[in-house]
């Protein structure tokens, strides 16, 4: 089944262990601060980019059940890991995949760089490393690896670990980087359905602390990036304007109009041959007669 | 019909700033690849996409007069355009090269294009378009061949072309009807139709003549991918202003490719004849006037039905309703009103103008569903973008490709039977393309 990530904004700190861990999980270089206080608060850097998976963005909002009428409210932004991808569908060479379980992958092996992927997310999140000779393309993979493979060390310290630390180990690996980082359960990983009931449960169990939505159930046919707030969410920097329709949805009937599309053109281009060509040869008949005009025997124009 | 090579000096004082900027193209080219994307170019995470991928657009959509012109001729039997079909195609293989050359500059791992050929991904139109615009080219190459063994007499050659090159074609369509579709029922459908038309359409016994299945097989895969470039914004519903966006894009384009392509040869005839004093060719130009007019009113037609019935035309404002309105009047209704009348299609500035603006026209909605109609949202979280403007290298290579297509469509031009001959009874003093607008 597929797996996702549940965040529920209302118990993120902002404390940024998920980014820092994605850093170190991905072993990506450090960008140099640059804060945007005014816009962004204490959000960094202010984009993805090719060296930054995730950003835990920050927005202080009007909020009269708040105390003194002001919230502070983090997100935990990266790949949604679309139902139906838009980057998936965009690519040439199948470099980016959505696995069954979830996740969508890229494997630079195969990439061209033509940044399709980044111009149709919806999200923003596919970026290239501008200042490479081979540029990839860099985003979050859900940590497939880890989930893949999860497998304690047999040794812990120079000695064999005990059983009931391999099982926390085991366990601290099958999960993303972020999510194992997150210290107040503000990220949850497992199976989408449960984590959407699970969502749909708080919001029924504390309808004063949450609004009724869950980003990502069915934006853009679906994300496994799922989301829990306080707040509107075109409050704190999500797109609400991208409806339920999956991206794909949009570019698949002319897709696979294609192939009948080619025999289709085949049939109506001979057909049209043949017809002008009998129109010629009749035109050419009726004008052989008048002897006078020789230029008559070439077939004219007869377009239109 | 028969062709000769004009008889000019092979380098004029136009060949100079044309060499120049090639130069200083190839120097481009070389930074680019010596320094990289980021540094080169003004493309960013925002602006994936820039100058080079307008070029490319527009060029294939001009390009699209090769297709066109091919059709015309020997689909419908246009003899009276036979003039126009090789310098048509002529062009057609040189903008198609310098599509690929701006693609090699523009794509960040251009060395792995050869998974194209090992990956099946559904209904990815840049699949689409990388193979279907490979294989044209191929087909392309093909349509141009026999001019290079006529030039050169090589007579077995051209025996060897009109036998094996529809069973090429005819592969080529079946494979790419395969990758396509996935399936092999559907692939054998298209290879039987195919050779079957090659063999009703097959060159007569004397081994005369094109076969017809090249240009079926060019007029299809043309078809086929100057659509798919506009499903490729199809994927951007959420970016693409309301105006240029429409699930029907790939007609539009489809549509807009036959309007600026016949366009474009016009203006490829009209210069030609100029430059190297040639008759004006009145009779043929007035037609080809005639048939721009019915390509213009159908894509304008489609193009604002499709608008108004999305509800859009009521709610044309501010700068996007201004751009379309350029488009659709400067681009659509001008060159109309100026080609409404037989008198009108006979002059020569009537005639120029509805050429270039036609042109322009679609040149400017390629601009639009590139640049100027796209709502960026910015990478994640998003936020405001800054604008974009195309580094010099980027234009370097753009202009300089430009200028290589006119430079190397002069030297065939002069090298290669490409034009027709002249009647040894039609004037050939300076003056007489403008005697030649009697006719
Ligand atoms: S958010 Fe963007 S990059 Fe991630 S899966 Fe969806 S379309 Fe692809
Ligand atoms: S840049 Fe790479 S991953 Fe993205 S669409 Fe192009 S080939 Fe696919």
Redesign the interface.
Known sequence: MSKAVLEDTTRCLGCRSCQVACKQANDLPAERTHLEKR??GF?NP????AKTFT?V?NHEVEDPRAPAGLRWVF?K??CMHCLEP?CV???????LHKETDGPVTYD?????????C???C????P??????????IRKCTLCFDRLRDAAAPAELNGKAAPPEAQARMAEAQAKPACVAACPTGALMFGERDALLAEAHRRIAEHPERYVAHVYGEKEAGGTSLLYLAAVPFDRI?F?T??GERS??S???????A??????A???L??G???L??R??EVKAKQAAPAKDAPEAA??????? | MHHEPVQAKLFTKWSIPLLALMLAGAAAFVAR?A?????TTN???NY??GLWIVFDLIWIALAGGAFVTA??V????????HVLARPAVWMGLLSYSFVVVTLLA?????W??W??AV??????????V?WCVGLYVTVLALEFAPTVFERFGWNRLRDIWRTWSPVYTVAA?GL??FL??H?IW?AA??TV??AV?AW??RPSADRTGVP?ILI?AA??FS??HQ??LG??F??????LHPLWWS?F??ILFFLSAIASGIALVMLMDMTVSRVFRRPWNGEVLA?MG??LL?ALVVYYAARIADVAARGQLAALSGRPGALFLIEVLGGGLVPVLLLSTDALRRKKAPLISAALLAMLGVMFHRVNVVLLGMRL???????PTETYYPSLVEWLVSLSLVAAAIFFFGLGAKLLPILPRLEPTAERAAGASDAATRG
Not at chain 1, 108 to 116: D, I, M, N, P
Request: net charge positive; aromatic share 10%; hydrophobic share 45%.
């Open positions: 816009r962004l959000q202010a984009a993805l980019s950003v963005t997100a932004r990266s838009a569908s965009a690519c040439p060479v199948t470099a630079s092996e195969k990439c061209l760089g033509c940044r399709y980044v111009w149709a919806p999200f923003g999140v970026t290239a490393e501008w200042d490479s000779l081979a540029p990839r920097g797109r304007d991208l991206v794909p949009h570019s698949v009937p002319a897709m696979s294609v192939p009948p599309a080619v025999i053109a085949g049939g281009l001979a049209i041959y043949f002008s060509r129109r010629a070439v077939p004219q124009d007869r377009k239109e | 690849f320094f990289g994307l980021g540094a493309l960013s995470n994936p996409w059709g015309i020997y689909v419908f039997h246009g003899e009276k355009y523009d794509l960040g791992l251009p792995h294009f998974q194209l990956q099946m991904p559904e209904h990815s139109a840049m699949y689409e990388s369509l790419f009807t396509m579709s399936q559907m459908v298209a139709l195919f038309i009703l359409t017809v079926i007029v299809t078809t086929m659509s798919s499903s490729l199809l994927l951007m519903p959420d970016k699930p894009l790939s037609g005639r048939i019915g949202p910015g990478t994640m979280p998003g936020g």
